[in-house]
């Protein structure tokens, strides 16, 4: 089927941009505009980022079925370094580099012209349109696309920096900034644009605390300052290097990789020599703030790259160093080793500095005790540590051995003596990274101090607020994002939004010196994509494009004639330009992975309600969820993943397309597994031979299961328009593929060969199909000989006047029967000769229509139905019989859902249908059936089965 698939993709694809379908311009219809976040151009991209793509397709096909304008635009991200890197890795003819490349597709001879950034960024944008996007038959608007590096862009994004200063919100001042060692600041998130590894970690504050040692100061780095006044001893690992740093008139001994990483955020700093941590062993130190002699201790478990490879020891509150205190009071050996006096080392003892709820006055000797912990390397004292720090610091407060700040609740108290340590010159700060970052180009990352950073002030309150109020109003899914964007957006405080170094991007407009970094200039973007095609195509050019001229068209701010004569654009081709984004925008759905919940969409929301009006902005976000490897997520940018060519060749685009749709709902992870799509090429075939099958008919009798087909039909088409009010492609697809095949089969089954119903059945489902397999629905729409494309046909409504509840509920009864039937014969192993079916007596019918009346009146108990039967003398002469049935049947009814009721309360002669239905029920169980009513007192019923029959759930009898 491949071959034919990929014969028929290139048909339609080519039909389609033919006929410019996917071209949005402005008409009378209702416009509906939907993006992807653009992909960076990191690489090739995977089988994974299909994913979201295809649900933007997907919607916006059915949305222009729908009778909108849809515009979809597409572009791409290459701003940062990921260009470079790629380009440098290729000029050096790194072997994984180059192999990656030809495992993707990309030529040989075509990799020497890719060693230079630029060269990078077109080499991609061809391949993410031509191989991905246009391979998937994307309805996307070409004339539109942008890449950030585009010139045309750039203008665009110094003019929103300008908006963004004339609001306040850009300020300037001192940071401390995450930069690789060698391209410069880089923006460390979830999405990893500008890594290889890390995207996760967080920048670390530590305090510096000075001890004085001789002439030297020993300087360890806590995260705790508050607790300094618990100090009884001090750490140092007797195995590894320390240096000798001069910081002014002060010689400090840290480790040397703290020292390389200072080198980035302290100034004057002076390497003068070395030392073994051994050395330090034995000797005392002066703490700060307590001002007492400590000594000085051998830890093997300290780490040179971890703060600054010296740490003092608080053991009231830090089970590891309580832990390492016992085990070494009891270690005759080392302390002979390295002349300690063991007395001096036993007669060490916490000092409980804090109050904590749920705690005694010494935590860590508390939870050490109570455990029965002997292993210095038992995991379980971290885990100890980070809950005993995080009760004390959101719980405790300071004691009585903490001096002026006893009392104070311990939030309070940890920034004050911070403050306190650095004005008396006992204390620094130090930033680090929480855990191993590396920029795309394989260097370190590292915290760096840029002293004149500029920032967007997104912490700014009237500018969060006002976004807050907006989103409240917004289509945001998944509903939780709806609720926790409230507080991403108060947690979404200032973003460095400038960096300097090798990096591509727009230099920012009140100092060339900088760029703008990667997550500033994507944030008011999709505005953009209402004029790009004017550039593109000629119309507007780069020299035009000037402040004035964007007020006007995105602001409505000056006048068409003084702009026209600034810019030289001639006034009409202004105007056109200043209704193309009114008439466009806002934005209706913006999608984008999971990641960019913290990051992109906070910024793009805010950015939106700084510069424009109320009017344009956005109406919705949709965040998708990942496609995973074994090994958890896909990175194109690190390999991985099978290229999007192969699989679109192997498994077909439209199985693709249906594969992403169906197997999970969007806001879920799904492990990529070619069995699954498998399935699904499996299913597209059953569809189409389903269709070829219906083509055949040539019945002309319509019947009750044409009635019910028809009826079904129309229920799919509201069960779809109702799903897609939350863009929920999974359920229109299983509407579609699922349960309209399922219908169509049942159809089958039944004996239905009508002509008719066949026509109108084809003519909806081919529809139904079509936003999420365009491929073979044109190709099934062609060959039922309908004219035009079915992708600009209108999406099948539903009819209320070809909606027949009786054709159905008689349907589902049947189907009910017939799955009663073959459990008997599954359980019971019988191969049958005959099966008797009995339908319940008139009697119960009035109870149970009795029952269905108090329910839909909201009515029904036990008690009430019982009454109403017991009152009725041709009810209550079946006694007991008929006060159990009654109880019987108000319990059943009690429990089921109200749309079942109303289903059952539909009449429906069960004798006469099924009576109806003697051959195909004989045809399906292979065996003579018969039918009778348990009101016959004439009918064979050698087991009394019939007592059992119930309304709705006749008894059967098998021999």
Not at 775 to 796: D, L, N, Q, R, T
């Amino acid at each position: 089927m491949s071959a034919w698939t990929t014969q028929i993709e290139a048909k339609w694809q080519a039909k389609w941009y033919a006929a410019r379908i996917n071209e949005a311009e402005r008409d009378a219809r209702p416009k509906f505009m939907i993006i992807f976040a653009y992909p960076g151009l990191t690489g090739y991209l995977h089988v994974g980022h299909m994913r979201g793509y295809t649900y933007v397709d997907g919607i916006g096909r059915y949305k222009r079925m729908c009778g909108y304008n849809v515009l979809f635009p597409l572009g791409t991200h290459a701003t940062g370094n990921g260009a470079i890197s790629l380009a440098n890795r290729i000029k050096a003819r790194d072997p994984k580099t180059v192999d990656y490349l030809l495992a993707n597709g990309c030529p040989e001879d075509m990799i020497s012209h890719l060693t230079e950034p630029m060269d990078v960024v077109n080499f991609f944008n061809e391949v993410y349109q031509s191989q991905y996007w246009r391979r998937f038959g994307f309805l996307a608007d070409w004339r539109r696309f942008t890449s950030t590096t585009n010139p045309d862009y750039g203008r665009f994004i110094q003019w929103q920096f300008r908006k963004l200063h004339d609001a306040g919100l850009l300020i300037q001042k001192p940071y401390f900034a995450p930069a690789c060692v060698e391209c410069g600041p880089v923006a460390i998130d979830a999405s990893e644009t500008d890594l290889s590894k890390g995207g996760s970690a967080e920048t670390t504050e530590y305090t510096l605390l000075k001890f004085k040692c001789g002439d030297l100061f020993l300087v360890a780095a806590t995260l705790r300052p508050e607790t300094v006044y618990g100090q009884t001893n001090f750490w140092v690992n007797p195995g590894i290097e320390y240096v000798k740093v001069r910081r002014g008139d002060e010689t400090w001994v840290i480790s040397r990789p703290s020292y390389e990483k200072m080198l980035y955020q302290k100034d004057g700093l002076e390497l003068i020599g070395s030392m073994n941590g051994s050395e330090l062993i034995g000797k005392e130190a002066i703490a700060p703030v307590i001002h007492r002699p400590i000594p000085v201790l051998p830890a093997s478990f300290v780490k040179p790259e971890v703060g600054t490879g010296l740490v003092t020891s608080v053991p009231s509150d830090a089970p590891d160093d309580w832990m390492a205190l016992l085990l070494l009071q009891n270690d005759e050996q080392t302390m002979a080793r390295y002349g300690i006096d063991p007395e001096r080392v036993r007669a060490i003892r916490p000092i409980p500095i804090i109050d904590t709820k749920g705690y005694g006055p010494m935590p860590a000797v508390e939870l050490i005790e109570r455990t029965g912990i002997t292993d210095g390397t038992d995991p379980r004292l971290e885990e100890f540590k980070k809950q005993i720090y995080k009760d004390g610091f959101h719980t405790g407060r300071m004691n009585d051995n903490c001096a002026e700040f006893a009392g104070l609740k311990v939030e309070e108290a940890k920034e004050l003596i911070k403050k306190m340590m650095v004005e008396k010159g006992e204390a620094e700060v130090f930033y680090d990274l929480s855990e191993e970052v590396v920029c795309r180009c394989g260097k370190p990352v590292v915290i760096k101090k840029v002293p004149d950073q500029w920032f967007i002030d997104y912490g700014n309150v009237a500018l969060t607020e006002a976004t807050k109020a907006h989103c409240r109003s917004m289509h945001i899914l998944p509903s939780e994002f709806y609720t926790n964007v409230q507080g991403v957006l108060d947690w979404f405080r200032e973003r460095a939004c400038v960096r300097q170094g090798n990096w591509l991007g727009t230099r920012f407009p009140f100092d060339p010196k900088w760029i703008i970094e990667a997550i500033s200039d994507s944030t008011l973007y999709p505005i953009y994509y209402t004029i790009s095609h004017y550039y593109n195509t000629g119309l507007l050019k780069l020299e035009q494009m000037t402040e004035e001229f964007f007020d006007l068209v995105f602001l409505g701010k000056g006048a068409v004639p003084e702009v026209a004569a600034s810019t030289g654009i001639d006034p009409g081709l202004l105007r056109r330009i200043r209704d193309d984004v009114q008439y466009f925008y806002p934005l209706d759905i913006n999608l984008g992975g999971k990641e960019h919940m913290t990051v992109h969409f906070p910024a793009f929301l805010k950015n939106h309600v700084a510069i424009l009006p109320p009017e344009l902005w956005p109406r919705g976000i949709f965040v998708n969820w990942y496609v995973t490897g074994k090994l958890g997520k896909i990175s194109k940018s690190k390999g991985g993943a099978e290229p999007i060519p192969d699989a679109a060749g192997r498994f077909g685009v439209d199985a693709l397309r249906l594969y992403y749709a169906h197997i999970a709902a969007p806001f879920a992870d799904v492990e990529w597994d070619e069995s699954n799509i498998e399935n699904y090429a499996s299913r597209m075939e059953r569809v189409i031979r389903t269709v070829d099958e219906l083509k055949a008919f040539d019945g002309i009798e319509g019947t009750i299961i044409d009635r019910w087909l028809i009826s079904r039909m129309n229920n799919r088409a509201g069960a779809i328009a109702d799903a897609m009010n939350d863009y929920d492609l999974r359920r229109m697809a299983n509407e579609a593929y699922f349960e309209t095949l399922a219908d169509v089969r049942w159809y089958v089954r039944r004996g239905g060969r009508s002509a008719a119903t066949a026509a109108r059945v084809l003519s909806m489902w081919i529809r139904m199909m079509a936003p999420i397999t365009p491929h073979i629905a044109e190709e099934m729409w062609e060959g039922i000989g309908e004219k035009g494309f079915v992708s600009m046909a209108p999406y099948p409504e539903p009819m209320a006047e070809q909606i027949d509840r009786s054709a159905e509920v008689a349907e589902t009864y049947l189907a009910d029967v017939m799955s009663d039937i073959n459990e008997i014969l599954r359980v019971t192993g019988i191969s049958p000769k005959k099966v008797m079916l009995y339908t319940a007596p008139e009697w119960k019918r009035r109870v149970f229509a009795t029952g269905l009346e108090l329910a839909n009146e909201g009515k029904l108990t036990v008690p009430a139905l019982t009454k109403a039967v017991m009152s009725r003398d041709e009810l209550k002469r079946h006694g007991k019989e008929a006060a159990d049935f009654a109880r019987k049947t108000a319990e059943d009814l009690m429990k089921r859902a109200e749309g079942e009721r109303k289903r059952l309360s539909v009449e429906l002669d069960e004798l006469d249908h099924l009576a109806g239905s003697l051959d195909f029920l004989t045809k399906e169980i292979g065996a003579t059936v018969e039918v009778y009513s348990a009101d016959d007192a004439s009918a064979p019923d050698p087991q009394k089965k019939s007592r059992a029959a119930q309304p709705r759930r006749p008894a059967i009898y098998v021999e």
